[in-house]
């Protein structure tokens, strides 16, 4: 999820993380990324954003085996939870 307080920046950091997940709310995206894809995904996003200005949050939700479909609560429409390593962005 991110909090990007410039619009120019709120464009490049939305298509950043849109070309890796999945959006699940306006700014809270459901990204399922090996260790290397995350730490590209970290790269990009510190290239586009401002760090002393905006923010953005990365919540691991556990490995593929240790997931549960109760560690993931969802009212109303849900999308298909995550497969492999499962993050939220």
Known sequence: MYDISDDGRLRRVHD???SHGQRFQYSVFLCDLSSSELVGLQWELG???DQSADSVA???L????AFKESSFICLGLRPPPPTRRNRVL
């Open 16 to 18: 950043v993380v849109r």
């Open 47 to 49: 290239e586009v954003m």
């Open 58 to 60: 990365i919540i691991d």
């Open 62 to 65: 556990g490995r593929e085996d």
